[in-house]
């Protein structure tokens, strides 16, 4: 008797264990085959590949604070909305937009607000200052002054900095590069300086030369949009800002301030040979006067 | 012994089976913990985050044609890599980009090569025609109706187009609105026809007349980029193509080859309440003449 009730109990055990072990293993195949459908889609959408590669590299990435001042104008959402969704593909940016206006607009507001991006929004309006004679007088220079202030303020340690005005072309290439920066990358930009680009000129891996035309006097003859700086240097000197009047040499000036020397230039987009930004300028409309038609259709 | 043997069998099988049901468990957890991470990762970059709700619809999901006509200019690779950026938010699409040229150029090949987007890559050279008196020449025409063609030979189904130049200014939601059109879906469109926009105006839901300035003989006052179709008009239409010379009423007689009547209107963006489309030009640039400066830096 003794012996039945050990054998019943047994099977009895056993059945339950079993059934518990199928129901993990069915739990467990019916959650994978979601989870493995829920990714096959996430597939079969272009950006979703695109990010899964960062996925797993996300925490070592250092964070990309991208400053970009703008200002009122007909064409002002339509620069910003597309400059979003190309930093919408970047992860792990701080984007720092400053307007010149005395106080933040709330269109650029809603505009923040309802961009699912990790966006400082500032405002800082332009001085009327008289400009020196000989002196160049330089747009934005308030507003990206405003955004390095914060970023001194703030202190973030693992991240670079890059200017990007609202109105140039950025392809996704070149957040990899400066993703990449350990002092200070420089790449070449298209349509700017009256060239088809500006470049710096590499051998064995390092800026040797730069092409262009404008402006031989420049310290470094490079434009905002092609170069990005480690955070640290804005935090190693008292005088990381731009400067509103200098001899046409707004870029130049600021690196000199960083004492930026030309062995730091860490060439980019494949030693400098690839265009990944471009100096793109949208045409300001006009906006007819008068009385508007409206008819019935 | 019998009843020894019995319990040191069950206990021996107990043992076995525990072991087993916690390796099940201890790499359920794992898995689940990994998944969780790249889940958590995913969800701190922006764009996986807006895709994740796109994830489980995918497949009842109605893919969008998108028509660029594009022709060679310096500007060109700046405003497709602008366009390219926003359509890698835009899930299940896919792009027919048609050159002005006579055969595909190398540059827009590789351009379409290493997009992660699916491109349908055509050419069409833009005839010499002699414009009729009193008539307008437009410009993509042969271009959109060559997409217009590779369309109507591969009859895809459950599919929406839209017609999106290659300088325009695109906010992620026009293509959320465009997913939704049953017939015919329109929208206003900012900085076009000399005004800050054009747009259908509405009353109760339904299209009932239409702002705008430019033009008043237009069948329908409507620019390009302000309205997408269900791929099904046009299977119903041997004439379903641009007109390349028409009284400045390129899209309006390209509807009306449709048989499109006011009432077919959906209105979209919030009742046409919002600006999701920009017609924005491109500044094409001067490029310097003469010898190019080099120098040491």
Redesign the interface.
């Given at each position: 008797m003794?012996?039945l009730e050990?054998?019943l109990?047994?099977f009895g055990?056993?059945i339950l264990?079993?059934q518990?072990?199928e129901n993990?293993?069915a739990n467990?195949l019916i959650?994978?085959s979601q989870?493995k459908k829920?990714i096959e889609?996430?597939q079969?959408?272009?950006?979703?590949?695109?990010?899964?590669r960062?996925?797993?590299i996300?925490?070592e990435m250092p964070t990309i604070y991208i400053i970009t001042p703008t200002y009122l104008r007909?064409?002002q959402?339509?620069?910003l909305?597309?400059l979003r969704?190309?930093l919408?593909?970047v992860?792990?940016i701080v984007w720092i937009i400053v307007e010149d206006s005395l106080e933040k607009s709330d269109k650029i507001s809603s505009f923040a607000m309802e961009s699912?991006?990790?966006i400082v929004h500032l405002a800082e309006k332009t001085l009327k200052l008289e400009k020196p004679s000989k002196y160049s007088a330089h747009k934005g220079v308030e507003q990206r002054n405003r955004g390095i202030y914060w970023i001194k303020e703030k202190q973030p340690q693992n991240a670079i900095v890059y200017f990007a005005d609202d109105d140039n072309?950025?392809?996704?290439k070149l957040f990899e590069d400066i993703r990449s920066v350990k002092k200070i990358g420089v790449w070449p930009v298209?349509?700017v300086g009256?060239?088809?680009y500006e470049a710096p000129?590499c051998n064995n891996d390092k800026?040797?030369?730069?092409?262009?035309?404008y402006n031989?006097r420049r310290y470094?003859?490079t434009d905002m949009a092609s170069f990005a700086i480690n955070v640290q240097l804005l935090y190693q000197f008292d005088d990381s800002y731009f400067e509103r009047f200098t001899k046409s040499d707004l870029e130049g000036s600021f690196l000199k301030r960083l004492n930026i020397k030309?062995a730091d230039f860490e060439p980019k987009a494949e030693v400098c040979s690839k265009?990944h930004v471009?100096h793109?300028?949208?045409?300001l409309?006009?906006?007819?006067k008068g009385e508007?038609?409206?008819?019935?259709?």
């Open positions: 003794k012996t050990y054998v109990v047994y055990i056993l264990l079993n518990t072990n993990i293993l467990d959650y994978k989870v829920k889609n996430c079969k959408i272009h950006s979703c590949k695109y990010f899964l960062f996925v797993d996300y925490d007909e064409t959402m339509a620069d909305t597309r969704n190309t919408l593909l992860p792990k699912n991006l990790n072309s950025y392809s996704l298209a349509l009256g060239l088809k000129i800026v040797v030369d730069w092409f262009y035309a031989q470094v003859p030309v265009i471009w793109t300028r949208t045409m409309v006009k906006i007819r508007i038609v409206e008819r019935k259709i």
